[in-house]
């Protein structure tokens, strides 16, 4: 939406390069490090522990009175009753009133909530409490936390409070982590800090990682902090960077710089050679300038040379300006012959004026003419009001004929009040057309899935069937999988077995199965016999049978005989052979005859084709005859062809005249089609007569009859069998007939087919 490009091209000009600047001030919620399964669990050898100062100890003169063990319970419960911003903050509070003694036997008390969310929350609440205290004992409980992801949000928490009193020593426990995301993530945590106090130290920390730090960020938040100590031994260090470090380097030095001495940051700037790094920082001097001085600031925009920095510093300025001159701002913006730059500065001023007087910005918008410049003004203003007053904006777009500026307006409702009031999201979305509709359900269902997923799904129960409904769903469990899977396969389990459901709750369950096996296959055991539990199964054999397939396949085996059985044995045997294929071969064999047994069997040896299709057809040779060994054959088959079509034809063709030999030569055929046809064309004209032979050759003719029915023919006229070439001849006219109707009509006409036969297919026309 346009008023949303327009709001990521203002914070281009000052969010990127402020923000970092003052994004290590604040405290950061622990919840919010993103971490990878990178994370092995941390010797104590290898890196030194943390030490608390008692001079750094906490004020504690104030604080509340201290919980016992026997009173966290109670208050637990409590806490776990409230509901969004009120559950965080109470999260927080007990955490702060446990005494630090009560905290190993409280998380352990934690790990007993049934909510994966709230228990995460609580226990990274716990050990930021207790590391401001006790900060050793506070990162010894985090390295035992379970799960890589949470292991590393909880360490990254403790370094967070340890890294206010002690960044020094915060930072070299850092460095010496093994490389990996959670060294990136700790590093994030105690630069900021430690280059508030000491940026060259900071650097130098930097220095003894070795790491590509343009891609982390790091460099910003120590040169954030050095510009604001020494701009011109800042400057100077970062002038021996790299390229990409010295141009990070240069754009938070100029911001920082512009908010003391702007006019001195801007002669700097105009001094630099590099025509990239003198755009970056111009725009940043000139963004952070007009925080004190928007009419120069507006100047120095308008000189900038056109592109998107000139761009995004001309809303800035004018959003800047309209904060504190509204008047003024919008004089300017009018005045603007560049029709560019007036849209631009309108823009940037919009979002400031609906928060004085939404009305008369809402009036200046009517009075634009027609075109981009008032559907951009538009949706600026809809984004910036809707989250303060939806109803205006709705009965604004309401007084709109139907356009695509009502639309854009009208679309601002259901984006920005999805998280806060989702009911009323919804009925707006559900009002708005085609793609709009789609795009606004998605975010609302999004949003509430995120915040109230019962209610969420209340929601979507409600809706039609259809385009919307499938939308709402997809987003509902794109959001919930993650977060509460078990609610989201209960969900899933109440909703009609259709495809789209089967999808989703094979997303939900892989998803489910990778973080937590046990609970979603304790899940599973409980649904009644049907797809869904086969659906359920399925997903839980594939992840099971990767991390421990001899479990994975005593429980298939513990399943009644029938389809989902036969269908959990398969998958296991596919996963288990492509880890260790001897041993999956040995289980493979040991099962009980039928078609369980045989449908593992195959899947083994295809899977042992793969790498050594000779071996695993010796072996299948081996076997008795009968089904397993058909199976096993034909799935070496579709493995070796794909490869080595000769190769496997050469095998093949030792088989004795009938079914295994006939299904063989279709499976061949088939694959050696696809990828070499004149290959397998060649490999046909050389066959000895037989019905393996004319099997083959009406596979291949089935292959060509789409394409080249007149060559289909041709083939199927040399099957030797005559009932089947008189019906596989009669099956490709009509496939002819649908495709070229005078030209099958033609062959017909011509043909060596019974004359009944040709009176049907000529009548049928």
Not at 150 to 168: E, G, Y
Not at 518 to 532: C, H, I, M, T, Y
Not at 634 to 654: F, G, K, R, T, Y
């Amino acid at each position: 939406m346009k008023g949303k490009l327009f709001t990521s091209a203002v914070l281009l000009g000052i969010g990127f390069a402020i923000g970092i600047y003052t994004s290590h001030r604040l405290d950061r919620r622990a919840t919010e490090t993103v971490a990878t399964t990178e994370l092995s669990p941390l010797p104590a050898t290898n890196v030194s522990e943390p030490q608390t100062s008692s001079t750094e100890e906490p004020n504690n003169t104030n604080a509340v009175k201290k919980l016992k063990l026997a009173e966290v319970g109670p208050a637990l419960q409590a806490a776990l009753k409230k509901r969004g911003t009120h559950r965080s903050d109470a999260f927080t509070e007990l955490a702060r009133a446990i005494d630090p003694l009560e905290m190993p036997q409280t998380l352990l008390l934690v790990d007993t909530v049934t909510n994966l969310p709230s228990r995460l929350e609580l226990r990274l609440a716990l050990l930021g409490s207790w590391a401001e205290i006790n900060a050793p004992a506070a990162l010894a409980a985090a390295q035992a936390t379970p799960g890589d992801q949470n292991r590393s949000q909880a360490i990254t928490t403790v370094l967070t409070a340890w890294a206010k009193h002690d960044p020094a020593a915060a930072a070299e426990w850092a460095k010496q982590l093994p490389p990996g995301q959670l060294r990136l993530d700790a590093l994030q945590t105690v630069i900021g800090p430690l280059a508030e106090k000491d940026p060259a130290a900071a650097l130098l920390v930097l220095d003894a990682v070795g790491r590509k730090r343009t891609q982390d960020g790091l460099v910003w938040t120590v040169f954030s902090e050095w510009a604001g100590i020494d701009p011109a031994a800042a400057i100077a260090r970062a002038s021996q960077m790299t390229p990409g470090e010295r141009t990070q380097a240069y754009g938070v030095i100029a911001t920082q710089w512009a908010e003391d001495n702007p006019a001195a940051a801007l002669e700097w700037a105009k001094s630099l050679t590099n025509a990239p790094e003198k755009a970056q920082c111009l725009q940043n001097i000139i963004s952070q300038w007009a925080n004190s001085d928007p009419a120069g600031a507006a100047a120095s925009a308008l000189a900038l040379p056109a592109g998107g920095p000139r761009t995004a510093t001309i809303q800035a300025v004018a959003a800047s300006w309209a904060g504190s001159d509204l008047p003024a701002a919008l004089l300017w913006a009018q005045q603007l012959t560049d029709s560019s730059a007036r849209e631009n500065a309108l823009n940037g001023l919009a979002a400031q004026w609906i928060q004085t007087d939404p009305q008369a910005a809402i009036t200046y918008e009517q009075s634009l003419p027609p075109g981009n410049a008032r559907r951009n003004f538009a949706g600026t203003i809809a984004n910036q009001l809707a989250s303060e007053d939806p109803d205006a904006v709705l009965k604004w777009a309401q007084n709109l004929p139907p356009s695509q500026e009502r639309n854009q307006i009208l679309e601002a409702i259901p984006n920005n009040l999805a998280g806060t009031d989702p009911e009323k999201a919804a009925r707006v979305a559900m009002e708005l057309p085609g793609v709009w509709r789609d795009q606004a359900i998605r975010q609302v269902a999004s949003q509430w899935a995120l915040s109230d997923p019962q209610g969420a799904g209340q929601w979507i129960n409600s809706l039609p069937d259809g385009a919307a409904r499938n939308v709402a769903l997809q987003s509902f469990y794109n959001q919930v999988a993650q977060s509460d899977p078990k609610t989201a396969a209960d969900f899933a389990a109440t909703q009609p077995a259709n495809r789209q459901m089967r999808n989703l709750l094979s997303q939900v369950v892989s998803t489910w199965s990778q973080n937590d096996l046990s609970g979603a296959l304790s899940w599973v055991q409980q649904l009644p016999d049907g797809p869904q539990r086969q659906t359920a199964l399925s997903q839980i054999n594939n992840q099971w049978a990767q991390t421990d397939p001899k479990a994975a396949a005593a429980y298939a085996q513990s399943l009644p005989a029938g389809a989902t059985q036969t269908e959990a044995l398969s998958e296991i045997a596919s996963a288990w052979a492509q880890a260790d294929t001897q041993t999956a071969l040995n289980w493979a064999v040991a099962l009980p005859e039928g078609d369980a047994r045989n449908q593992a069997l195959g899947n083994v040896l295809s899977a042992w084709a793969q790498s050594a299709p000779a071996d695993a057809a010796k072996f299948a040779a081996s076997l008795p005859a009968g089904p397993a060994q058909d199976s096993a054959m034909n799935s070496i088959v579709s493995e070796w062809s794909q490869a080595d079509p000769l190769s496997a034809a050469a095998w093949v063709a030792n088989f004795p005249e009938g079914d295994a030999r006939n299904n063989a030569f279709q499976n061949l055929v088939n694959q050696w089609a696809q990828s070499d046809p004149a290959g397998a064309a060649q490999w046909l004209g050389k066959l000895p007569d037989g019905p393996s032979r004319d099997a083959a050759v009406n596979t291949y003719a089935g292959y060509l009859q789409n394409e080249d029915p007149a060559v289909a023919v041709d083939w199927l006229q040399k099957i030797g069998n005559e009932e089947l070439r008189i019906s596989s001849l009669q099956n490709a006219a009509r496939q002819w007939l649908t495709i070229d109707s005078a030209a099958a009509q033609a062959w017909i006409r011509i043909s060596n087919l019974p004359d009944e036969a040709k009176t049907s297919l000529l009548g049928s026309q």
